[in-house]
């Protein structure tokens, strides 16, 4: 799967989480029209950053 068609990516860490460095990530992509959630990941945000670097803000309207 491209992430060059999501539209929104956002990341996010609890106490414990922003301790070890672990959160939950989701993507939402309007070409599946729906929402992806994945828990655990390990650099949420930088995760996030990356995913985000990918997007062409033209082609689906993204706002950084």
């Known amino acids: 799967y491209s992430f060059v068609h999501a539209q929104e990516v956002k990341y996010s860490q609890g106490f414990f989480g922003n301790i070890f460095n672990v959160g939950k990530l989701e993507i939402y992509s309007p070409a599946l029209k729906k929402r992806i959630t994945i828990s655990g990941i390990s650099h949420p945000r930088k995760c996030a950053e990356i995913i985000k670097?990918?997007?062409?803000p033209e082609k689906i309207g993204y706002q950084a």
């Open 53 to 56: 670097s990918q997007i062409d």
